[in-house]
């Protein structure tokens, strides 16, 4: 079966870091791209970034472009988001979602910026 494991979130202040992995199975990962999303309490899912299948290729929400840096491991199966520069508006649940019309995600992991 398909699965989608985040992990890697955690509490952060302004201006860190953190590095968030989504480690998949059950599918032939290196022929989809990933994107990865997040959801604040009250508001609705947004994306936040994409990468291709082969990771050539990626994509980034406005919000998080210069900040954030999506990569993929195809032998190791995972897909990871680096969070530089975190801001509070950053704070949200992260999922982990493949591009394909079948809505498989991940359980998400909780990211919280706060001094």
């Known amino acids: 079966q398909v699965q989608l494991v985040e992990s890697g979130g955690g509490l952060v202040q302004p201006g860190g870091s953190l590095r968030l992995s989504c480690t998949a199975s059950?599918?032939?990962?290196?022929?989809?791209?990933m994107s990865w999303y997040r959801q604040a309490p009250g508001k609705e899912r947004e994306l936040v970034a994409t990468?291709?299948?082969?990771?050539?290729?990626?994509n980034y929400a406005d919000s998080v472009k210069g900040r954030f840096t999506i990569s993929r491991d195809n032998a190791k199966k995972m897909v990871l988001l680096q969070m530089n520069s975190l801001k509070p508006e950053d704070t949200a649940v992260y999922y982990c979602?493949?591009?394909?019309?079948?809505?498989?995600w991940g359980q998400g992991t909780q990211v919280t910026v706060s001094s």
């Open positions: 979602k493949i591009v394909d019309s079948r809505n498989y």
């Open positions: 059950g599918f032939l990962f290196s022929i989809y791209a």
């Open positions: 990468i291709s299948n082969t990771g050539r290729g990626t």
